[in-house]
């Protein structure tokens, strides 16, 4: 099982609350190894009133929060009845699993944040090995060359038609060796 984003519904303007009891939930029941990130996505908007600069959060999807997370029964459980959550999106009810978050999707929102898919604990570097998992170049095995977080992109050397050839790639279309 992998860990996958989903969206999850919320009361508009609790969205801050969910995730800090959903994030305590998490904690006191033992599930940090399933729920992971717990993000309301916002974004920071100047605002000029009256000549006077302003800097104002605003939330870019108002009544939703993303939870990175593997999808146990448990864990599903525990999200579904944390109090503020109306649901997933994604999943038809009757008890069938929401579908997670493509990764493009998740990236885009993310990097709209200025943060990353990858936590901290998966740290890439030039010299490690990867796994291309994605793409035109899925299946082959390369050495990154450089790495701009930034832009949720890497430069990996590969071996193609024997020789070293350095191809651009997403943060998503790798998996560390």
Same mark, same amino acid.
């Given at each position: 099982? &992998?860990?996958?984003?989903?969206?999850? *519904?919320? %009361?508009?303007?609790? &969205?801050? +609350?969910?995730?800090? +009891? $959903? &994030? @305590? !939930?998490?904690?006191?029941?033992?599930?940090?190894? %399933?729920?992971? !990130?717990?993000?309301? #996505?916002?974004?920071?908007?100047?605002?000029? +009133?009256?000549?006077? +600069?302003?800097?104002?959060?605003?939330? @870019?999807? #108002?009544? %939703?929060?993303?939870? =990175?997370?593997? @999808?146990?029964? &448990?864990?599903? %459980?525990?999200? !579904?009845?944390? #109090?503020?959550?109306?649901?997933?999106?994604?999943?038809?009810?009757?008890?069938?699993?929401?579908? #997670?978050?493509?990764?493009?999707?998740?990236?885009?929102?993310?990097?709209?944040?200025? @943060?990353?898919? $990858?936590?901290?604990?998966?740290?890439?570097?030039?010299?490690?090995?990867?796994?291309?998992?994605? /793409?035109?170049?899925?299946?082959?095995? /390369?050495?990154?060359?450089?790495?701009?977080?930034?832009?949720? !992109? $890497? *430069?990996?050397?590969?071996?193609?038609?024997?020789? =070293?050839?350095?191809?651009?790639?997403? $943060?998503?279309?790798?998996?560390?060796?």
């Amino acid at each position: 099982m &992998e860990k996958l984003w989903y969206v999850v *519904n919320t %009361y508009s303007g609790h &969205e801050s +609350k969910v995730k800090e +009891k $959903l &994030e @305590m !939930r998490a904690e006191s029941m033992g599930f940090q190894d %399933y729920i992971f !990130r717990v993000i309301v #996505p916002e974004t920071t908007e100047v605002e000029i +009133k009256d000549g006077v +600069k302003k800097e104002k959060t605003k939330k @870019m999807f #108002p009544g %939703y929060i993303l939870v =990175e997370m593997i @999808m146990s029964d &448990e864990a599903w %459980y525990i999200v !579904r009845n944390t #109090p503020g959550v109306t649901g997933f999106i994604g999943s038809s009810g009757k008890g069938a699993k929401p579908t #997670p978050l493509l990764p493009q999707e998740i990236d885009r929102i993310l990097a709209n944040m200025g @943060m990353s898919r $990858l936590d901290a604990d998966v740290k890439l570097e030039k010299g490690d090995k990867v796994n291309i998992i994605d /793409g035109p170049f899925k299946g082959m095995e /390369g050495t990154i060359d450089t790495v701009d977080l930034e832009n949720n !992109r $890497l *430069n990996v050397l590969i071996d193609l038609f024997g020789q =070293e050839t350095p191809v651009e790639v997403e $943060l998503f279309q790798v998996s560390k060796i």
